[in-house]
């Protein structure tokens, strides 16, 4: 655990999901951010840039994929690493996600174990780009 | 060219009007002792009524419809 | 009286010149600069009408009948103006099948039939030959006219032929004709120098008759007015003038106008000169009022010559007919006694040339080599070349018609026979008329008909006209004439059946034209054309709707060789020419060179027409079928060949239709598959939304189970929050699965309905029963307007139910948060129940109002966040309404809330649903 924790955003709709996530990760000592829209995700995305964020693709104003092409173009935003939530599960929509410079992604319903797994191999920094598991 | 052409019709029709024209009752009307410039009726009116179909063919047959 | 060495130089210098023209013309022509190709030269070789008959005839024929003289005139006047109609459509038919003689046009019409070819060659050249005698009769009478001149005129018919001068003008006629009538054989038969001196003696004759006629009336007299005043003084002349003449009987006047109409269609020289001399058919145009003209200019005179012939010489002392010649001599005018001398000549020689050369075809082609073809053991069908016997044949023939011609004057001499062959030789060829012209118009018209109509008006023509007319010159007892054939009172040929009161000509055109006209109508009409006839007819009556050349090869059918046809043709026409012939077949067909022509039904075609034009249509197409194997055409498959060219129009109007079906069923089908695609996209989207609807409450159900499990220290706080959203999402999924099946039960209509009478208000009260609690809970306010008296709906109560607390959870749902307030009102309408559920929330847009019946689609609150719900409340709500003939809708206006309405119909008669 590093001296400073973890910046991490959770954009997420769903209420009560966003509420565990917010559980899980304020748990493991991450400082915890959360937006319930695409366009609140990018407000905090400028203000305080995380280290990680973890973003549903099925958001209201803008979805995942786009919020996800727009981190990726912005050089500031380089070393922030990207998770997608997908409730889908379409092998399409996870190609596309990891075509558009997400570095992991967690269908769900998830395992919580699971999750924090990925959250911290991300975060350790030699958790890019896991294949699927 | 052929056909009920305008042209063909007026040729018709001109036909049928010399037929009147040179025919029984209408001759027996200028059948008489007048003259016209010394010339029998009978004469000058055929005569007459000749050239004029005539005319009217040319006119038909030269008369550049547009 | 006139030195006989200078008529005689004068006359045969002129026949000299006409050779001179001629020459050149062909030479022009040759050469390929043609001097007849223009209107003025065709109407000028029309002229050939006005004979020497014209030229001499009508002086006399007006010194005796007045204005007797001018129907001769205005028939063919008349005709100009339908032949537009007539004249061109032969013309055009002609060129189409190389015809070359009104012989081959009849024959060709009704199925290329031998028989009738032949038929019309007699009646032409009986009809004919003896007009050609006249002809000789009037040059023989002028030039002893000029000779014997003043005193009484002796025929010189008494003298031995090898004395006589028209002897020898007949037979450089026959000199001319053969040297510019059958220079070659030619599929087109023109001969252009020819027609040149025809042309050009038709300007002699009417510049002759017109300055006699100036002579006369100016020179004389002083004007038209002097000469018929003074003819008015004399009594005999004056009776001439004002009654019309002796001849001023109207039936004589109409039926010389009709007899003269056809004449000027049907003469052997006006079709030879109209018709196959013709360059261009253009130049009919001019020549329907030029030719008219013509005929005008050469008239006026007429009156005044005949009126001062009568008055100048004493009653009876000079032959009416010689006027022209005489009144010039008398007043000592020797040479304009010699122009009209000239003139008269050219009248003669300009219808014996033209006349002989048309008859000379007819009989080579119609008679002669029918016979000798059919002749098998002369084996002319093997023979290698018989252009050189062709040409034998058309000279001979001319030599032979001319003959007759001079036999025939030399032999009738004065005879009545003679004097009045003009218009016995006009009713003659008026033989023609039903078969020509109906042939031209009916399509019906059959050979038999044609054969059957031509003979009998041929027989009466003879019996009623040619007879008496040889009884009168005393070679027939006259009693044939006054008792009739063995004294049936009823056969008198000049009153058949006892009709009396006509004149001879105008009796036997009637008579003629009966029987005529009935028989070709009636055995026309007898049966069936053949196919062979069918197809002419449509060839001959259709010809402007077909294309030009090789139309005629639409009813061939055959097989052959191009060596054999070219073969065939250079048979008949010489190698040379027939090589051009190819040539030019080759050129038309777009085809490089001959070697490369291939032999196929518009070749046979064009064949059979090149050797149509040297030897007529019948016989070309018995050669052309010596070296083809043909495939004889049943009638019904004539009739659908040209069934065919009318039914292309209605094909392709079918085709169109049936391409604007195919393109409309091809957009209903790309409309399908459009529908389908996107009914899969939905399935799919359905499927992928119901997936994402179940996995949402599951992910929370397992993240917080997993939670709970993992910290067991969590403080009881936060343990029943988090097992409150558990039984939440718990609850939220079940009743997705509910909806999700319960949506698939009705639309697959596999759903349970319990229909009954249904009281709508109890139904309301049971739903605000079941939501009361979060209407409190939300502090909403519920209005409910109920009428006293609400007539009963059928419907599955449960269901009604279901759609009422769907549509008042939804209301609670999106009304304002401050002053919440729904309102419900029922309403019993004429025919319908309707229900309005209005709330006070923001509204929903235009574009939303339709989406949202729409499964899983939902209007996203951005203010509160994701609207709770299923997304298909409203799309089960509407199935259950519209099961039972309702209607489920809402109107909005975004900001102020929105009114969900939905009707169920009532029953007919609403007395016995009434509620209490």
């Given at each position: 655990m590093s001296a400073t924790p973890s910046r991490v955003l959770i954009v997420e709709d769903e209420e009560s999901i966003l509420l565990s996530l917010e559980f899980l990760l304020g748990k493991e000592g991450y400082t915890v951010n959360t937006a319930r829209d695409g366009a609140l995700a990018l407000r905090e995305l400028q203000t305080q840039p995380p280290d990680l964020v973890l973003l549903d693709?099925?958001?209201?104003?803008?979805?995942g994929f786009e919020l996800c092409r727009l981190i990726r173009e912005n050089p500031e935003l380089h070393a922030t690493r990207i998770m997608l939530l997908t409730a889908r599960g379409r092998e399409a929509e996870i190609a596309r996600g990891m075509a558009l410079g997400a570095d992991a992604y967690l269908t769900k319903p998830f395992s919580t174990r699971d999750l924090m797994d990925k959250v911290r191999g991300l975060l350790s920094g030699n958790g890019t780009r896991q294949p699927a598991s | 060219m052929i056909g009920p052409t305008l042209k063909g019709q007026r040729l018709v029709a001109l036909f049928l009007l010399g037929c009147l024209l040179f025919n029984f009752p209408l001759l027996a009307l200028f059948a008489g002792n007048a003259r016209i410039w010394g010339i029998p009726l009978i004469y000058f009116y055929i005569f007459a009524a000749w050239i004029a179909i005539i005319a009217l063919m040319a006119l038909i047959i030269e008369r550049k419809d547009r | 009286m006139l030195s006989g060495a200078l008529i005689v130089v004068l006359s045969f210098a002129y026949v000299g010149m006409l050779f001179a023209i001629a020459y050149y013309g062909d030479k022009r022509a040759d050469a390929g600069?043609?001097?007849?190709?223009?209107p003025y030269i065709y109407t000028l070789s029309l002229a050939?009408?006005?004979?020497s008959w014209t030229f001499y005839g009508s002086v006399g024929r007006a010194a005796t009948s007045?204005?007797?003289?001018l129907p001769i005139y205005l028939g063919p006047t008349l005709m100009a103006a339908l032949w537009w109609y007539v004249l061109l459509k032969m013309i055009r038919i002609s060129k189409a099948n190389r015809i070359t003689s009104i012989a081959d046009f009849i024959a060709s019409r009704y199925g290329k039939s031998h028989v009738l070819g032949g038929l019309v060659t007699i009646i032409a050249v009986l009809g004919i030959v003896p007009y050609i005698a006249l002809q000789l009769k009037a040059i023989s009478v002028s030039f002893s006219t000029m000779l014997q001149y003043p005193n009484a005129v002796a025929s010189?018919?008494?003298?031995p032929f090898l004395q006589d001068n028209t002897f020898y003008i007949a037979m450089l006629l026959a000199a001319f004709t053969i040297l510019f009538g059958t220079r070659h054989l030619d599929a087109?038969?023109?001969h252009e120098g020819l027609v040149a001196a025809i042309a050009f003696e038709s300007i002699v004759k009417l510049v002759a008759f017109i300055a006699v006629g100036v002579f006369v009336t100016?020179?004389?007299?002083?004007g038209f007015g002097d000469v018929f005043a003074k003819a008015a003084a004399v009594p005999e002349l004056n009776a001439l003038l004002i009654q019309g003449?002796?001849?001023?009987?109207y039936t004589t006047w109409a039926s010389l106008t009709v007899l003269s109409m056809l004449a000027i269609i049907l003469l052997p020289r006006q079709f030879q000169v109209?018709?196959?001399?013709?360059?261009?058919?253009?130049?009919l145009n001019k020549a329907i009022w030029l030719f008219p003209l013509y005929l005008f200019a050469i008239n006026i005179f007429v009156l005044p010559i005949a009126l001062g012939g009568l008055m100048h010489?004493?009653?009876?002392?000079?032959?009416?007919?010689?006027f022209v010649l005489t009144l010039p001599m008398s007043e000592q005018k020797t040479w304009l006694a010699l122009l009209a001398f000239v003139g008269g000549l050219s009248a003669a020689t300009g219808m014996v040339i033209v006349e002989t050369i048309a008859l000379s075809t007819m009989v080579c082609n119609d008679l002669v080599m029918p016979i000798l073809l059919r002749w098998?053991?002369?084996?002319l069908t093997e023979s290698r070349d018989l252009s050189g016997l062709l040409l034998g044949i058309r000279r001979s023939a001319i030599v032979v018609v001319l003959v007759l011609g001079y036999g025939y004057f030399y032999l009738a001499g004065e005879a009545y026979a003679l004097v009045s062959i003009g218009l016995i030789s006009f009713t003659a060829v008026a033989q023609f008329a039903p078969a020509m012209i109906g042939g031209l118009f009916w399509k019906g018209g059959t050979r038999l008909g044609a054969l059957c109509g031509l003979s009998a008006g041929f027989l009466v023509w003879l019996y009623s006209l040619l007879l008496p007319s040889f009884a009168k010159s005393?070679?027939?007892?006259?009693t044939f004439l006054t008792e009739g054939i063995m004294g049936f009172?009823?056969?008198?040929p000049q009153q058949l059946?006892?009709?009396?009161?006509?004149?001879d000509i105008s009796h036997c055109l009637f008579w003629s034209m009966i029987v005529n006209v009935g028989c070709y109508v009636g055995f026309s009409l007898w049966r069936q054309p053949t196919a062979a006839e069918h197809s002419q007819a449509n060839l001959f009556v259709d010809v402007f709707r077909h294309v030009a050349?090789?139309?005629?090869?639409?009813?061939w059918r055959g097989s052959a060789t191009v060596a054999d046809l070219q073969t065939l043709l250079s048979r008949f026409i010489g190698p040379e020419r027939a090589n051009e012939a190819f040539a030019a077949y080759a050129r038309s067909q777009g085809i490089?060179?001959?070697?490369?022509v291939t032999a196929n039904a518009v070749l046979v075609h064009y064949v059979e027409s090149q050797i149509a034009g040297a030897i007529g249509s019948a016989s070309a197409r018995d050669m052309v079928a010596s070296v083809v194997v043909e495939e004889p055409l049943a009638l019904d498959e004539v009739m659908a060949i040209i069934d065919e060219a009318s039914q292309a129009l209605a094909y392709s109007r079918q085709l169109e239709q049936k391409s604007r079906e195919l393109e409309a069923a091809t957009n209903e089908l790309r409309g399908a598959n459009q529908r389908l695609q996107e009914l899969d996209r939905l399935k799919d989207d359905f499927i992928s939304t119901v997936t994402h609807e179940l996995r949402t409450p599951l992910t929370s159900i397992r993240a917080f189970s997993e939670i709970l499990s993992d910290n067991p220290q969590l403080e009881s706080e936060q343990r029943s929050k988090f097992l409150g959203i558990i039984t939440r999402e718990s609850e939220r999924l079940t009743r997705l699965i509910n909806q999700v099946l319960d949506l698939a039960k009705l639309e697959s209509g596999a759903a349970d309905w319990h229909p009954s009478e249904v009281d709508m208000r109890e139904v309301l009260d049971d739903a605000v029963a079941a939501l009361s609690q979060i209407y409190k809970e939300r502090h909403i306010t519920l209005d409910t307007r109920v009428p006293e008296y609400l007539p009963l709906v059928m419907a599955d109560r449960d269901r009604i139910t279901q759609v009422m607390l769907n549509l008042l959870s939804n209301a609670a749902n999106f009304?304002?948060?401050?002053n919440s307030r729904v309102s419900v009102a029922l309403i019993a309408e004429f025919a319908v129940l309707r229900v309005e559920i209005t709330d006070n929330g923001i509204g929903i847009s235009a574009a939303d109002q339709t989406v949202i019946?729409?499964?899983?689609?939902q209007v996203s609150d951005m203010s509160s966040g994701k609207p709770r719900g299923s997304g298909l409340g409203l799309a089960i709500s509407r199935e259950i309404i519209q099961h039972f003939g309702g209607r489920l809708w809402v109107e909005s206006t975004p900001g102020t809330g929105a009114k969900f309405s939905f009707t169920l119909p009532l029953p007919r008669n609403n007395a016995n649903f009434l509620a209490a």
């Amino acid at each position: 655990m590093s001296a400073t924790p973890s910046r991490v955003l959770i954009v997420e709709d769903e209420e009560s999901i966003l509420l565990s996530l917010e559980f899980l990760l304020g748990k493991e000592g991450y400082t915890v951010n959360t937006a319930r829209d695409g366009a609140l995700a990018l407000r905090e995305l400028q203000t305080q840039p995380p280290d990680l964020v973890l973003l549903d693709v099925m958001l209201p104003l803008i979805d995942g994929f786009e919020l996800c092409r727009l981190i990726r173009e912005n050089p500031e935003l380089h070393a922030t690493r990207i998770m997608l939530l997908t409730a889908r599960g379409r092998e399409a929509e996870i190609a596309r996600g990891m075509a558009l410079g997400a570095d992991a992604y967690l269908t769900k319903p998830f395992s919580t174990r699971d999750l924090m797994d990925k959250v911290r191999g991300l975060l350790s920094g030699n958790g890019t780009r896991q294949p699927a598991s | 060219m052929i056909g009920p052409t305008l042209k063909g019709q007026r040729l018709v029709a001109l036909f049928l009007l010399g037929c009147l024209l040179f025919n029984f009752p209408l001759l027996a009307l200028f059948a008489g002792n007048a003259r016209i410039w010394g010339i029998p009726l009978i004469y000058f009116y055929i005569f007459a009524a000749w050239i004029a179909i005539i005319a009217l063919m040319a006119l038909i047959i030269e008369r550049k419809d547009r | 009286m006139l030195s006989g060495a200078l008529i005689v130089v004068l006359s045969f210098a002129y026949v000299g010149m006409l050779f001179a023209i001629a020459y050149y013309g062909d030479k022009r022509a040759d050469a390929g600069r043609s001097i007849i190709a223009n209107p003025y030269i065709y109407t000028l070789s029309l002229a050939v009408y006005c004979t020497s008959w014209t030229f001499y005839g009508s002086v006399g024929r007006a010194a005796t009948s007045g204005i007797g003289f001018l129907p001769i005139y205005l028939g063919p006047t008349l005709m100009a103006a339908l032949w537009w109609y007539v004249l061109l459509k032969m013309i055009r038919i002609s060129k189409a099948n190389r015809i070359t003689s009104i012989a081959d046009f009849i024959a060709s019409r009704y199925g290329k039939s031998h028989v009738l070819g032949g038929l019309v060659t007699i009646i032409a050249v009986l009809g004919i030959v003896p007009y050609i005698a006249l002809q000789l009769k009037a040059i023989s009478v002028s030039f002893s006219t000029m000779l014997q001149y003043p005193n009484a005129v002796a025929s010189t018919a008494s003298l031995p032929f090898l004395q006589d001068n028209t002897f020898y003008i007949a037979m450089l006629l026959a000199a001319f004709t053969i040297l510019f009538g059958t220079r070659h054989l030619d599929a087109t038969e023109r001969h252009e120098g020819l027609v040149a001196a025809i042309a050009f003696e038709s300007i002699v004759k009417l510049v002759a008759f017109i300055a006699v006629g100036v002579f006369v009336t100016y020179g004389m007299f002083d004007g038209f007015g002097d000469v018929f005043a003074k003819a008015a003084a004399v009594p005999e002349l004056n009776a001439l003038l004002i009654q019309g003449g002796a001849a001023g009987n109207y039936t004589t006047w109409a039926s010389l106008t009709v007899l003269s109409m056809l004449a000027i269609i049907l003469l052997p020289r006006q079709f030879q000169v109209a018709v196959v001399e013709n360059v261009n058919e253009r130049h009919l145009n001019k020549a329907i009022w030029l030719f008219p003209l013509y005929l005008f200019a050469i008239n006026i005179f007429v009156l005044p010559i005949a009126l001062g012939g009568l008055m100048h010489f004493p009653a009876g002392s000079v032959d009416a007919d010689t006027f022209v010649l005489t009144l010039p001599m008398s007043e000592q005018k020797t040479w304009l006694a010699l122009l009209a001398f000239v003139g008269g000549l050219s009248a003669a020689t300009g219808m014996v040339i033209v006349e002989t050369i048309a008859l000379s075809t007819m009989v080579c082609n119609d008679l002669v080599m029918p016979i000798l073809l059919r002749w098998k053991f002369l084996r002319l069908t093997e023979s290698r070349d018989l252009s050189g016997l062709l040409l034998g044949i058309r000279r001979s023939a001319i030599v032979v018609v001319l003959v007759l011609g001079y036999g025939y004057f030399y032999l009738a001499g004065e005879a009545y026979a003679l004097v009045s062959i003009g218009l016995i030789s006009f009713t003659a060829v008026a033989q023609f008329a039903p078969a020509m012209i109906g042939g031209l118009f009916w399509k019906g018209g059959t050979r038999l008909g044609a054969l059957c109509g031509l003979s009998a008006g041929f027989l009466v023509w003879l019996y009623s006209l040619l007879l008496p007319s040889f009884a009168k010159s005393g070679w027939l007892p006259i009693t044939f004439l006054t008792e009739g054939i063995m004294g049936f009172d009823l056969l008198k040929p000049q009153q058949l059946f006892g009709l009396d009161g006509l004149d001879d000509i105008s009796h036997c055109l009637f008579w003629s034209m009966i029987v005529n006209v009935g028989c070709y109508v009636g055995f026309s009409l007898w049966r069936q054309p053949t196919a062979a006839e069918h197809s002419q007819a449509n060839l001959f009556v259709d010809v402007f709707r077909h294309v030009a050349p090789g139309s005629g090869s639409r009813f061939w059918r055959g097989s052959a060789t191009v060596a054999d046809l070219q073969t065939l043709l250079s048979r008949f026409i010489g190698p040379e020419r027939a090589n051009e012939a190819f040539a030019a077949y080759a050129r038309s067909q777009g085809i490089p060179g001959i070697e490369q022509v291939t032999a196929n039904a518009v070749l046979v075609h064009y064949v059979e027409s090149q050797i149509a034009g040297a030897i007529g249509s019948a016989s070309a197409r018995d050669m052309v079928a010596s070296v083809v194997v043909e495939e004889p055409l049943a009638l019904d498959e004539v009739m659908a060949i040209i069934d065919e060219a009318s039914q292309a129009l209605a094909y392709s109007r079918q085709l169109e239709q049936k391409s604007r079906e195919l393109e409309a069923a091809t957009n209903e089908l790309r409309g399908a598959n459009q529908r389908l695609q996107e009914l899969d996209r939905l399935k799919d989207d359905f499927i992928s939304t119901v997936t994402h609807e179940l996995r949402t409450p599951l992910t929370s159900i397992r993240a917080f189970s997993e939670i709970l499990s993992d910290n067991p220290q969590l403080e009881s706080e936060q343990r029943s929050k988090f097992l409150g959203i558990i039984t939440r999402e718990s609850e939220r999924l079940t009743r997705l699965i509910n909806q999700v099946l319960d949506l698939a039960k009705l639309e697959s209509g596999a759903a349970d309905w319990h229909p009954s009478e249904v009281d709508m208000r109890e139904v309301l009260d049971d739903a605000v029963a079941a939501l009361s609690q979060i209407y409190k809970e939300r502090h909403i306010t519920l209005d409910t307007r109920v009428p006293e008296y609400l007539p009963l709906v059928m419907a599955d109560r449960d269901r009604i139910t279901q759609v009422m607390l769907n549509l008042l959870s939804n209301a609670a749902n999106f009304c304002d948060k401050e002053n919440s307030r729904v309102s419900v009102a029922l309403i019993a309408e004429f025919a319908v129940l309707r229900v309005e559920i209005t709330d006070n929330g923001i509204g929903i847009s235009a574009a939303d109002q339709t989406v949202i019946f729409e499964k899983f689609r939902q209007v996203s609150d951005m203010s509160s966040g994701k609207p709770r719900g299923s997304g298909l409340g409203l799309a089960i709500s509407r199935e259950i309404i519209q099961h039972f003939g309702g209607r489920l809708w809402v109107e909005s206006t975004p900001g102020t809330g929105a009114k969900f309405s939905f009707t169920l119909p009532l029953p007919r008669n609403n007395a016995n649903f009434l509620a209490a």
